[in-house]
């Protein structure tokens, strides 16, 4: 009979243990900190997938056009005719130049179309940020509609697919399709990923020091994901790095189900917010437009040297594979350096935001001015590190902007202005694989380095405009009186409408709400 205890208390202990783990999910702290984990993994993910290709994807698109190439250029070498052995020297001679201006077409060595390569190359790169740039205006406004957690859970869904994709393609065609599916995914999981950092991290310095952490996720997977693509691929095999991948998008997908459950009543009641400002509305707002043109200036460099530098590095200083690629990796740790440093600043001045944002861009219009200037490794590692580091300052600090942007002037629902962000980011790296090759080839890689860094410097004091922004109080939006004081009565909801442009006092407010139509009929049925 003893032994049969353990065994009937087996179940009554792991109810036990469901039950603590339930606890521990449904305690507000440590569950937007396991939502900010999920959310951190996904845009992990998402660039490591996005620059693992870089040196897997030339012998996928070099051994998808061999099969071809083979087939179709068939032919049998040119063989000189035979010389009679009487023959006199200039007969010799006569027949050996006839046969060296002969074309030797030998298939001992096939000829690939390195060109039509490099076009494929740059194609394949840029569908992922063209699809992506194409799908946010819905994307933002089908997140504002249907919260955060199910849009996220959509874009891991439509990665894992992307990602075995990429495992199992054998041509071009599912290639740029497994490319293409990635900026479906990512058009839905980084901007309801980074919507629901701001949403679940409403007050500073909170908001600032997760997004933060975000955008050093966001580096370390573009920066550590080429060498892993790469030594999987050398030692393991082709489909190593994407199965590793897509079990971890796999594991992220289910622990946002079992964090988040998305299908759950509790979700859908918190799916039924108010609708936010929609995104056309969003980019006509000034503040809004200054730092979506700004996220695209900071990015502009990075997104054109990326697919130019090494074959002026090769030019320049005779540099192999190996010293173009390790070029980037130290510039890490000043990105990181930068998230942290303007956290921090950003905690004990907030109000100089766009001060951080403005200093940023001029380390990165002088960074890129000087990388032309270098002929040695050293010099080239520093300027792209100061490159990494104001971009570190601009991202870190214009994207809380954002959110603080919606909450004073619109209502507090994050979709639609993070797809606004997204496709900031996506204008730059859509142009850069394509176009950047045949800027440097016409005008030369000293003059796009030239005018991008000019372009920075001139975009740097346009961020004096957002000089005031930080001086803006918090009104209680829309969804704030929802979530606080739901109304009692028909006609009590339109006292949701937000606060005027300004006070008794003269400080500053939101703008006029949705609801201001409703005035008028509001003071019609208090008065009666």
Same mark, same amino acid.
């Given at each position: 009979?003893?032994?049969?205890?353990?065994?009937?208390?087996?179940? !009554?202990?792991?109810?036990?243990?469901?039950? !603590?783990?339930? !606890?521990?999910?449904?305690?507000?702290?440590?569950?937007?900190?396991?939502?900010?984990?999920?959310?951190?993994?996904? +845009?992990?993910?998402?660039?490591?997938?996005?620059?693992?290709?870089?040196?897997?994807?030339?012998?996928?698109?070099?051994?998808?056009?061999?099969?071809?190439?083979?087939?179709?250029?068939?032919?049998?070498?040119?063989?000189?005719?035979?010389?009679?052995?009487?023959?006199?020297?200039?007969?010799?001679?006569?027949?050996?130049?006839?046969?060296?201006?002969?074309?030797?077409?030998?298939? !001992?060595?096939?000829?690939?179309?390195?060109?039509?390569?490099?076009?494929?190359?740059?194609?394949?790169?840029?569908?992922?940020?063209?699809?992506?740039?194409?799908?946010?205006?819905?994307?933002?406004?089908?997140?504002?509609?249907?919260?955060?957690?199910?849009?996220?859970?959509?874009?891991?869904?439509?990665?894992?697919?992307?990602?075995?994709?990429?495992?199992?393609?054998?041509?071009?065609?599912?290639?740029?399709?497994?490319?293409?599916?990635?900026?479906?995914?990512?058009?839905?999981?980084?901007?309801?990923?980074?919507?629901?950092?701001?949403?679940?991290?409403?007050?500073?310095?909170?908001?600032?020091?997760?997004?933060?952490?975000?955008?050093?996720?966001?580096?370390?997977?573009?920066?550590?994901?080429?060498?892993?693509?790469?030594?999987?691929?050398?030692?393991?095999?082709?489909?190593?790095?994407?199965?590793?991948?897509?079990?971890?998008?796999?594991?992220?997908?289910?622990?946002?189900?079992?964090?988040?459950?998305?299908?759950?009543?509790?979700?859908?009641?918190?799916?039924?917010?108010?609708?936010?400002?929609?995104?056309?509305?969003?980019?006509?707002?000034?503040?809004?437009?200054?730092? $979506?043109?700004?996220?695209?200036?900071?990015?502009?460099?990075?997104?054109?040297?990326?697919?130019?530098?090494?074959?002026?590095?090769?030019?320049?200083?005779?540099?192999?594979?190996?010293?173009?690629?390790?070029?980037?990796? =130290?510039?890490?740790?000043? *990105?990181?350096?930068?998230?942290?440093?303007?956290?921090?600043? $950003?905690?004990?001045?907030?109000?100089?935001?766009?001060?951080?944002?403005?200093?940023?861009?001029?380390?990165?219009?002088?960074?890129?001015?000087?990388?032309?200037?270098?002929?040695?490794?050293? =010099?080239?590692?520093?300027?792209?590190?100061?490159?990494?580091?104001?971009?570190?300052?601009?991202?870190?600090?214009?994207?809380?902007?954002?959110?603080?942007?919606?909450?004073?002037?619109?209502?507090?629902?994050?979709?639609?202005?993070?797809?606004?962000?997204?496709?900031?980011?996506?204008? $730059?790296?859509?142009?850069?694989?394509?176009?950047?090759? *045949?800027?440097? *080839?016409?005008?030369?890689?000293?003059?796009?380095?030239?005018?991008?860094?000019?372009?920075? +410097?001139?975009?740097?004091?346009?961020?004096?405009?957002?000089?005031?922004?930080?001086?803006?109080?918090?009104?209680?939006?829309?969804?704030?009186?929802?979530?606080?004081?739901?109304?009692?009565?028909?006609?009590?909801?339109?006292?949701?409408?937000?606060?005027?442009?300004?006070?008794?006092?003269?400080?500053?407010?939101?703008?006029?709400?949705?609801?201001?139509?409703?005035?008028?009929?509001?003071?019609?049925?208090?008065?009666?």
């Amino acid at each position: 009979m003893e032994p049969e205890a353990p065994a009937g208390q087996a179940p !009554a202990a792991a109810s036990k243990l469901s039950e !603590a783990v339930g !606890a521990a999910l449904q305690d507000p702290r440590r569950q937007r900190r396991l939502v900010l984990v999920i959310v951190c993994v996904a +845009l992990l993910l998402d660039n490591m997938l996005y620059m693992v290709i870089v040196p897997i994807v030339p012998f996928y698109v070099h051994s998808a056009s061999e099969k071809p190439t083979l087939t179709s250029k068939v032919c049998v070498t040119a063989l000189p005719p035979p010389t009679p052995a009487n023959a006199s020297a200039d007969t010799v001679n006569t027949s050996e130049s006839s046969t060296a201006a002969m074309p030797a077409r030998s298939t !001992a060595q096939p000829q690939y179309p390195t060109d039509n390569e490099d076009v494929k190359i740059g194609v394949l790169f840029a569908s992922k940020a063209i699809l992506q740039l194409l799908v946010n205006p819905l994307s933002g406004t089908f997140i504002d509609r249907m919260s955060y957690d199910l849009p996220l859970l959509m874009g891991l869904g439509v990665l894992f697919a992307s990602t075995v994709m990429f495992a199992f393609a054998e041509d071009y065609a599912t290639l740029f399709a497994a490319r293409s599916l990635q900026g479906l995914g990512s058009a839905f999981a980084d901007t309801s990923g980074i919507a629901m950092i701001a949403d679940k991290y409403p007050e500073e310095p909170e908001r600032s020091r997760a997004l933060g952490l975000a955008l050093a996720f966001i580096s370390f997977g573009s920066l550590v994901a080429p060498p892993f693509g790469g030594f999987l691929h050398k030692f393991v095999g082709k489909t190593a790095p994407f199965l590793v991948l897509a079990m971890v998008s796999l594991l992220d997908a289910l622990l946002l189900l079992v964090v988040a459950k998305p299908f759950s009543a509790a979700a859908r009641a918190r799916a039924n917010l108010p609708v936010g400002t929609p995104i056309h509305r969003l980019m006509l707002d000034p503040y809004i437009a200054v730092v $979506a043109g700004a996220l695209t200036t900071c990015n502009i460099p990075l997104a054109f040297l990326e697919p130019t530098i090494a074959t002026w590095m090769e030019h320049t200083m005779a540099a192999s594979e190996w010293d173009a690629g390790i070029a980037w990796l =130290p510039a890490f740790v000043p *990105h990181v350096l930068g998230v942290y440093l303007t956290v921090r600043l $950003a905690a004990r001045y907030p109000h100089l935001q766009w001060l951080y944002g403005a200093f940023g861009l001029a380390v990165i219009g002088a960074s890129s001015c000087l990388v032309p200037a270098c002929r040695s490794f050293s =010099p080239l590692v520093a300027s792209l590190c100061g490159l990494c580091f104001g971009i570190a300052l601009v991202d870190t600090a214009l994207l809380p902007t954002l959110a603080f942007l919606v909450d004073v002037r619109h209502v507090s629902v994050y979709g639609s202005v993070y797809a606004i962000a997204d496709i900031s980011y996506c204008v $730059a790296y859509a142009l850069g694989p394509i176009v950047a090759g *045949h800027i440097v *080839h016409s005008l030369g890689f000293e003059q796009l380095s030239l005018v991008m860094g000019l372009a920075n +410097l001139l975009y740097a004091p346009v961020l004096l405009l957002l000089r005031n922004v930080g001086r803006l109080k918090r009104s209680r939006s829309e969804r704030d009186v929802l979530l606080d004081e739901p109304p009692q009565g028909l006609y009590d909801a339109v006292r949701l409408r937000e606060r005027p442009l300004s006070d008794r006092e003269g400080a500053p407010r939101s703008p006029p709400g949705p609801f201001d139509a409703c005035e008028d009929d509001y003071d019609y049925y208090t008065r009666s």
